[in-house]
């Protein structure tokens, strides 16, 4: 199977925290990998296609939680795949160095 994707992606065990766009409820998950482009959320509550999200979560060497804005772009069952919106220098920079550390 060959890989279309631009971004170098990073096997992750982290807590995460996820609020749809227009919504106040936290649902809980585990992202399983991350890349510049997105994460794999593992969640019992997958939102659908195309919801605007916004991710939280503690990367590893970092002390404070970023809020990752995404869009929902794959479901299946126990999970989604997320794309990252316009994200800041400071979680650019932790994410790639989380690329680099394979």
């Known amino acids: ?16 925290e996820f609020v749809g766009k227009g919504s106040d409820t936290r649902v809980r998950g585990r992202a399983k990998d991350i890349s510049l482009g997105g994460m794999f959320i593992e969640t019992t509550e997958p939102l659908p296609f195309s ?14 939680p970023f809020m990752l804005p995404g869009v ?5 069952d126990g999970g989604m ?4 919106g316009l994200i800041g220098a400071r979680e650019t920079h932790a994410i790639t160095e989380l690329t680099r550390a394979k």
Request: cysteine-free.
């Open 1 to 16: 199977m060959i890989d279309l994707r631009r971004h170098q992606r990073s096997v992750l065990d982290a807590s995460v």
């Open 51 to 64: 919801s605007e999200l916004t991710v939280h979560v503690t990367l590893p060497s970092q002390k404070a």
């Open 72 to 76: 929902v772009r794959w479901t299946r």
């Open 81 to 84: 795949g997320v794309q990252f």
